[in-house]
């Protein structure tokens, strides 16, 4: 269960050490805690680096994630701030299971992109619908350092809920060294799992976030069945994104056997497209890196001016925060002076609406 939202000196909620505090309508898991799951809590970082205002009004963002389920949503309605638009904007996420949403549920939601092919297939979107998850575009917010306790060792990640006692879900594993996916709550501590998981020489993997930033940073890396697997089908769709079958490896050297087969087969998304269909502008420097990491033309010219650009906007992103800030509290402020009045004045504001508009 979340803890209640902190509150820094001056009042402002705080979510942890080193990030502002995001738009309210953005949505992941245990918001607002001060442990996170690293996989839920990359929004932070992708918004503060990559992202800056958004392009469609919503209720709810969901920028990452296996949420595109009908329980999911129901719960992201009925939690939003104001059901302005009644909209949820999907942003590269994932179904949890091959079941196609509901028509009335399904009016609520806008998909920009998503995570693979299965979750394109069950909700029916065309075949050119942009696939990927965002977790793959680390490369473009994070340069990894070398990690002196993961560097060349073959790491194991369990998945967030394993109950298990380190030194047995390591001794299960086969590998050197067990990276738990649960971090505090900080730019800091995020960054530091990034650079853990890209020094590896080989990852085994229970959290499927664990995959995805070894994929995205070149690692060789198995998707792990330690007796606790989490949502089957998204593990499927993820695998679909990069041109490969959902195997499982019971230890690392299954799990190496399984990434030497599949290795030639695995097809990165592109990163332009990913960020390019999110819900939110994408800011032009991070644009022009995605185009570089792509090979889409002169790599080498993309980053200089990329370069340029990141320094020409120095000192603008700042206030850009400050204003997406104030507009979100401006804007849930707004929203629950409508709710208190209609708890006031109950079903006498619809009668007043209706003779209104007739």
């Known amino acids: 269960m979340a803890e209640p939202r902190r509150r820094d000196a001056s009042g402002r909620r705080s979510v942890g050490e080193g990030f502002r505090e995001l738009d309210e309508r953005i949505a992941y898991f245990v918001k607002y805690h001060h442990r996170q799951n690293f996989g839920d809590y990359l929004p932070e970082i992708i918004c503060k680096e990559l992202l800056s205002y958004p392009k469609i009004d919503a209720d709810v963002f969901r920028l990452i994630g296996s949420v595109i389920d009908e329980r999911w949503i129901r719960r992201d309605l009925r939690n939003s701030s104001g059901h302005v638009t009644g909209l949820i904007a999907f942003w590269g996420c994932g179904a949890r299971e091959a079941v196609p949403l509901s028509r009335k549920l399904r009016s609520h939601c806008r998909f920009f992109g998503v995570r693979g092919a299965r979750t394109r297939d069950v909700l029916g979107l065309p075949e050119d619908t942009v696939l990927g998850d965002p977790g793959l575009l680390a490369p473009l917010f994070h340069t990894p350092r070398r990690h002196p306790e993961t560097v060349g060792k073959v790491i194991a990640i369990p998945h967030v809920q394993d109950g298990r006692s380190p030194a047995e ?91 030497a087969n599949m290795a030639p087969r695995i097809r990165l998304p592109r990163l332009a497209p ?79 609406k209706r003779a209104l508009i007739r």
């Open 169 to 259: 879900t390591l001794a299960l594993s086969g590998a050197d060294i067990l990276v738990h996916p649960e971090i505090g709550a900080s730019e800091a501590a995020l960054r530091d799992i990034l650079d853990r998981i890209a020094s590896a020489a080989f990852v085994l993997t229970a959290s499927l976030h664990g995959a995805i930033i070894a994929a995205a940073y070149g690692r060789p890396f198995a998707f792990w069945n330690n007796g606790h697997l989490d949502v089957p089908f998204k593990w499927e769709d993820f695998a679909s994104s990069i041109g490969i079958e959902a195997m499982f490896a019971g230890n690392a050297a299954e799990g190496r056997a399984l990434y």
């Open 274 to 352: 990913i960020l390019q269909v999110c819900p939110f502008e994408a800011r032009p420097s991070a644009l022009l890196r995605a185009l570089a990491h792509d090979g889409a033309g002169d790599g080498a010219v993309l980053l200089d001016s990329a370069r340029i650009v990141d320094a020409a906007m120095a000192g603008q992103q700042e206030t850009l925060m400050r204003l997406q800030h104030e507009s979100g509290q401006n804007r849930a402020s707004r929203q629950q002076a409508g709710r208190s009045a209609l708890r006031v004045i109950g079903f006498g504001a619809l009668r007043l």
